[in-house]
């Protein structure tokens, strides 16, 4: 292989891991002042997402193929979760900054752990064998246990730190058993090559694939727990409401990037061979975590938790996607790329509303939010909208683009159920939005002092509503963009 | 981009930008600027469309498509204007009645806090309902009709301060849901057959690749839609609650332009409605239905907005039926005329409340046209021709719809003899409301001054009543202009037709009976000194509209939430919800029951994930053997 | 023919200290029995050639966890009556019915040819070089990775661990910060 590559297809990390170190030895050394932190964090996500974008450049599409001994790949998928995770690293932060910033000392540790994050997410997208790619999402993922529970004043953040834990050990133990299954059945956990997975798969006919197709099952619960997709999605709302405001919309969108991009390799690259199997299997999935999530979501009476519900039910519209196999990466992408930062935007309002360590967002906060601070309520309105999937919003563009993936690829009746539960969720969006314009806050009722957004918050929802719109009204550019972003 | 382009183009945008410009500096204009404002953009595009379509008076011109950009374009999704001779008339109807209108509005909102927000939605409203019937595909038209379900969500509830109004505009809003659930669905499968959601690929291929079964579920769904946006049987409920906006709301979205976009898409999708005859069936099943059961209840309504609500609804499925029975042709003449003379109504009816400070109870009126002459003559107008008294406009629409309904003969029949009822219901309670609020003895409140209206409201109203007075002259059975005019649109469609001869004298003349029975019969109840009682079991029924309102309420509200609250508490409050609820108490309470409890609730979490795992392990073992 | 014998001894040895260990009311004996199987399994490591595995088994396992094993129920206090109220009382015959589901599942399940793919024995050797030269060479990308871990472990450690020592206003004194979260 290309030598010089070696390092290169590892450079995200590599610059992440040294602002880490950098970060944390700073603080140690110097103890400086809260914008030392932004610099390093700045400059290693810049790098991050520099390098990324160089990979994708030179990259995508491209068959560069796999380095480390076919541990890490450099290609298109690569660089465009690299692209999109290390931003919205940066977006989170700046959401979070009140956040950290109040956290004392411990603000360099929370830095840390976001920059670690988006790492071990990366990690997850760029994976070229079973081993990186369960190291990688235990970097990730322990970092944002971490995260939940950062702020332990509140006993429930604890909670949601330790439950996320508990849940998510078991899940990546889970993940782990269908590994060695898979390992089992195919004599290997490299995806691709000579006598990899995928190169296995597509030159044997095994006539008694038990082994495989229970390692596959399992492979799919660990990451449907991830992407909180029903039934494994019981965490999801007990989290999202438990942990800090500021922190919750990068838990959010992260999540989803990160295991997304997993459940998309490992599904249409390296069992690409087994469709026939998962596909059902995945249809199901997301009719179930669409019906699901948007039914619960109706009956919340906390923003927090609607948010988590809907959530639940974004992952079943974008699983949806999944079911067309390789030709619904694209419109997959897309659709997480607009809807992480629309949850990002709408945790970030969330924060603002309730408070930054604040875990519960009770609608009762939200009322007559129009007129104490109509330019949050309209970014809110703006992002709920888009989540409902109206026209013109990237929110609109996205269910088309999946919804088209998942007809062409036979699978109506999943679309018309999408479509329903799209229907119906307009409800509980809507709810909101009519609690923000319409209500009157209650007599007496203890609201949260005014809302105080910082400039890091009120950057991130600049961007999310500009990229909502510009991305509602041309989607084409991107979704054609998107199309290069295939894994190997 | 050629000069019929360019004016098609701005019909949508002038009205779209006068809103943006409404909203932005809306308040800064004041009275009457804005209002001014919003009138003349609307105005500037009905003479725009008046040139633009008179290419198609003249007999030459085709349709012309008009790209605008490519969005989505590889999915089919494009947005262009498609303009022909029925979006010609669509967009001329709109923009003339809607121009009225606006002119109405600026005396009718007069020193209203809302004026500037007011105007700038109504030409949102216009825009929408442009880009509605101008687009050239399902895409674009959906946008426009989310669309103007949102401006009337925002216009019905414009006084939110009312929490009616502010339920009204919900309902309304909710309503319309139910029906775009179908419609979006019906557009899904119009996708999965055709590959396209343009009009051009749509149609053009229909006739050769749909199968029957598929025609009648699409157009059976789209019929959900239609229903719901045009107030029929039975997604009717939001209309007559829709009332609690400000009159000229009504008058334009809920009488003369939102609720015809149904007929409208029924009329574009004939091809379609040609290919399943079931559904045509259907069409004029439920238009014909709901003509007589919104007319029975409208007999019984106090209140002169809702009787005119139940009046629209009950014209709107004459409409469906023309349109059902493939006069498309009468369908949209009636649409046409039905705008003129129910814009006039609701506006003479504005200037009734108006001059009464707000009153709407017909029981509280009377004996008003010694002081508001105008409005009386105009009012008057409209009720002949609603009634269908020739030569009034009214009278050649309705009578060309049930003259094509008898004669396609067999059941059709029935669907007509049901039609010249509700032509009798009609008359009989549109001359109820006029004798009871404008003649007959005076009951309105002591101390209150009628007043006659503000020159610009008279001015609508004149212009309005000469339409309703003579708007029947473009389509006569001597002189089919209209039919001419639409016939390339429906090019390929097979068109109902007229009897001939001596039939259609007959026709015509049992229908001028029917209207004549209807008002003299009102005239022999209403005009004598004493008003008769109103009372007894079936009046109270026909007033309650049958109980239906209270039986949604009942059924649909109560069975979803239930529903809901069933998952709620089977799934969500003792498993997700008595976790963080108890947790509270639970953690405080230090101690030995603490960590079995509490791993207790996790564990419960771990089944769920080790259920579902077990489901999906089954189902791949079970594809795959062992 | 010694392997037979070493298997039958050391495997009614761990099955013993497996009883024990959930057996037992004494939590040194349970302790104790958990080492014995510890050691036992480390034995059926040697005679399958995986040298390094087992030795990693006696020191990490049975040397250093179970001490700190050890450590804590001194700490807690040995004198201390275990409680066995149930809190389910359908747990216990509902673990045995899954016990017997468990083992007719493993026989059936046994009865199939299971397919089981391709070779996979890289590194047949389970010696120290074998192992040393697999993870330095084929998997050091891995290896160096869980470097990351590390790193998340300390800085969550230093971050939570932290909290109350920096919040000193309060923390100590419970739950302080969440009365409003009062259910």
Redesign the interface.
């Known amino acids: 292989m290309n030598g010089s590559l070696t390092f290169l297809s ?1 450079a995200p ?1 590599i610059a992440l ?1 040294a602002a ?2 950098l970060l ?1 030895l700073v603080e140690v050394t110097f103890k400086p002042r809260a914008w030392a932190w932004a610099v390093v964090a700045g400059a290693g996500l810049a790098a991050g997402t520099a390098l990324s974008a160089w990979q994708w450049v030179a990259h995508r599409g491209a068959d560069t193929g796999t380095f ?2 076919g ?2 790949a450099v290609d298109g998928f690569a660089a465009l979760a690299g692209l999109l995770v290390f931003p919205l690293a940066g977006l989170g932060l700046m959401s979070a900054w009140r956040l950290a910033a109040s ?4 603000g360099a ?2 830095i ?2 976001v920059l ?1 994050a988006a ?2 997410a990366h ?1 997850m997208a760029a994976a070229a ?1 079973f ?2 790619l369960f ?2 999402l ?2 990730f993922s ?2 944002l ?2 995260l939940a ?2 702020t ?5 953040a604890d ?1 949601a730190s330790l ?1 996320y834990f ?2 998510g050990a ?2 990546s133990a ?1 993940f782990l058993y269908g590994v060695a299954l898979v ?6 956990t490299t995806f691709y090559g000579d ?1 990899g997975i995928a190169d ?1 798969l597509a030159g ?1 006919v ?9 390692g ?3 492979l ?2 660990g990451l ?2 991830k992407v909180s997709a029903a ?2 999605h ?2 999801a ?2 989290v999202y ?2 942990a800090p405001g500021g922190v919750t919309g990068f838990l959010a969108a992260a999540a989803k990037v990160a295991g997304f991009a997993a459940l998309a390799r490992v599904l249409t690259a390296v069992l690409g061979a087994r469709a026939d ?2 596909v ?2 995945v249809a ?1 999935l997301a009719a179930a975590s669409v019906v699901v999530g948007t ?2 979501a ?2 919340q009476d906390d923003v927090k938790r609607l948010l988590a519900y809907s959530s639940v039910a974004h992952a079943g519209f974008i699983l949806t996607a999944l079911v067309a196999g390789r030709g619904g990466v694209g419109d997959m992408w897309f659709y997480l790329a607009t809807y992480a930062v629309q949850v990002l935007g709408a945790f970030t309002v969330a924060a603002a509303v309730s408070g930054d360590r604040a ?2 967002s009770p609608l009762a906060h939200w009322a007559g939010l129009g007129r104490r601070a109509p330019w949050l309520a309209a970014a809110m309105t703006l992002m709920l909208l888009a989540m409902a999937g ?3 919003t990237a929110g609109f ?1 996205g269910k ?2 999946v ?2 993936a998942a ?1 062409d690829a036979g699978y ?1 009746w999943l ?2 159920v999408a ?2 539960a ?2 119906a969720g ?2 509980f969006y ?1 709810r909101v939005i ?1 609690a923000m314009y ?1 209500a009157s806050p209650e007599e007496g009722a ?1 609201l949260p002092a005014s809302p105080a957004v910082g400039w890091g918050a009120r950057f991130v929802l600049a961007v999310a509503a500009a990229a909502t719109l510009v991305f509602g ?4 550019p991107l ?1 054609e963009v998107l199309r290069d972003a295939l894994p190997l | 981009m050629e000069a019929g382009e360019v004016m098609v183009s701005l019909l949508i945008l002038l009205p779209l930008g006068g809103s943006a410009l409404l909203l932005a500096f809306g308040r800064r204009l004041g009275e009457p600027a804005a209002g001014v404002l919003g009138t003349l953009t609307v105005g500037a595009a009905f003479v725009l469309a008046a040139v633009a379509g008179g290419d198609f008076l003249a007999g030459g011109a085709h349709a012309t498509h008009i790209p605008w950009f490519d969005w989505l374009a590889p999915l089919g999704v494009r947005a262009g204007l498609l303009w022909d001779p029925l979006s010609a008339l669509m967009a001329l109807v709109v923009t003339g009645v809607g121009a009225l209108i606006h002119l109405y509005s600026i005396g009718y909102m007069k020193a209203d806090p809302g004026f500037g927000r007011f105007f700038a939605y109504m030409n949102l409203f216009v825009a929408s309902m442009l880009i509605l019937v101008l687009a050239d595909g399902f895409a674009l038209l959906f946008v426009g009709w989310e669309l103007v379900g949102l401006c009337s969500y925002l216009l019905i509830s414009f006084w939110f301060e009312k929490p009616v109004a502010a339920a009204a505009g919900k309902k309304a809003f909710v309503v319309n849901r139910v029906g775009d659930a179908g419609f979006l669905v019906a557009l899904m499968l119009v996708f999965a057959a055709f590959g396209s959601l343009s009009y051009e690929e749509v149609l053009g291929r229909a006739a050769g690749e749909l199968s029957t079964g598929m025609a009648t579920a699409i157009t059976l769904l789209l019929l959900m839609g239609a229903a719901g946006k045009s107030a029929q049987f039975p997604l009717y409920v939001w209309l007559p609650d829709a009332m609690e906006g400000p009159t000229p709301v009504s008058a334009l979205i809920h009488a003369a332009t939102m609720v015809t976009a149904g007929v409208f898409m029924v009329a574009r999708t004939g091809v379609l409605f040609d290919l399943a005859p079931v559904s045509a069936a259907v069409v004029a099943a439920v238009g014909i239905g709901t003509a007589l059961y919104a007319a029975s209840i409208a007999v019984a309504q106090y209140d002169i907005k809702r009787v005119l609500a139940y009046s629209t609804i009950s014209q709107l499925g004459y409409m469906f039926a023309g349109v059902g029975a493939g006069a498309y042709v009468a369908g949209m003449f009636h649409l046409t005329t039905h705008a003129f003379f129910k814009a006039l109504l609701f506006l003479g009816a504005g200037a009734v409340i108006h001059a009464l400070a707000g009153e709407q109870d017909l029981r509280r009126m009377g004996g008003l046209w010694r002081r508001l002459p105008v409005t009386t003559v105009t009012m008057v107008v409209a009720w002949l021709a609603i009634s269908g008294i020739p030569p009034l406009a009214g009278f050649w629409s309705k009578d060309e719809i049930l003259a094509t309904l008898f004669a396609r003969g067999g059941a059709w029949r029935a669907v007509w003899a049901v039609g010249l009822l509700t032509a009798l219901l009609t008359a009989f309670y549109m001359s109820r409301l006029i004798f009871l609020a404008l003649f007959g003895e005076r009951r309105w409140a002591e101390g209150a001054h009628p007043h006659e209206a503000p020159k610009v409201m008279t001015v609508a109203l004149g212009a309005l009543a000469v339409l309703a007075l003579a708007g029947g002259v473009v389509n006569t059975p001597w002189r089919p202009g209209l039919e001419h005019f639409l016939e390339p649109a429906f090019e390929g469609l097979d068109l109902a037709h007229l009897p001939s001869g001596a039939t259609q004298w007959v026709l015509a003349a049992l229908s001028v009976a029917a209207a004549a029975a209807g008002i003299l019969l009102a005239a022999g109840a209403y005009l004598r000194a004493r008003r008769p009682a109103e009372e007894g079991p079936t009046w109270e029924l026909l007033r309650r509209g049958y109980g239906v309102d209270e039986a949604y309420a009942r059924v649909f509200a109560a069975g979803g939430q239930a529903v809901a609250r069933f998952t709620d508490e089977a799934v969500d409050q003792k498993g997700v919800d008595g976790l963080v609820n108890g947790l509270g108490v639970l953690v405080r309470t230090v101690g030995e029951r603490l960590r079995p409890l509490q791993t207790g609730f996790v564990r419960q979490y771990g089944l769920g994930i080790v259920l579902g795992a077990v489901a999906l392990l089954a189902w791949f073992l079970s594809r795959g053997g062992f | 023919m010694v392997e037979l014998v070493l298997f039958i001894i050391f495997g009614l040895a761990a099955l013993f200290g497996a009883v024990t260990t959930v057996w037992a009311r004494n939590p040194v004996y349970s302790a104790l029995g958990l080492m014995l199987t510890l050691f036992s399994v480390a034995v059926f490591y040697v005679s399958n050639g995986a040298q390094f595995v087992a030795a990693v088994q006696v020191i990490v396992y049975a040397g250093a966890v179970m001490t700190l094993f050890l450590f804590v129920i001194m700490l807690v206090g040995v004198d201390r009556a275990e409680d066995r109220r149930e809190n389910l009382p359908v747990q216990r015959p509902l673990a045995l019915g899954l016990l017997v589901l468990f083992g007719a599942g493993v026989l059936v399940a046994g009865r199939f040819a299971w397919v089981t793919g391709a070779e996979g024995g890289r590194g047949a050797e389970g010696t120290v070089e074998a192992l040393g030269s697999e993870l330095f060479r084929r998997w050091v990308l891995p290896f160096e990775l869980t470097a990351l871990l590390l790193i998340i472990a300390a800085a969550g450690t230093v971050a939570l661990g932290l909290f109350r020592r920096g919040e000193a206003e309060g923390g100590d004194e419970g739950e302080a910060g969440e009365g409003e979260e009062a259910p």
């Open positions: 590892v990390e891991a880490v170190v944390l480390w001994n541990m890490i956290q004392g000392r411990r540790e929370f840390a752990l670690l790492a071990g990690l064998d081993i990186m190291i990688g235990e970097v322990l970092s246990y971490v529970g950062f332990r004043e509140r006993v429930d909670e439950k508990l849940l078991f899940a889970v390992f089992a059945a195919t004599g290997s006598g296995y044997t095994i006539f008694r694939p038990g082994v495989l197709l229970a596959l099952a399992l799919l619960v449907a727990f039934p494994f019981v965490w709302p007990d409401q438990g199997d998962w059902p299997a199901v039914l619960l109706i009956v875990g519960r109206i026209p013109l563009a088309v683009a919804f088209r007809i109506l679309v018309i479509v329903l799209t229907v307009l409800f809507l009519v319409l203890s009204i041309a989607p084409w979704l």
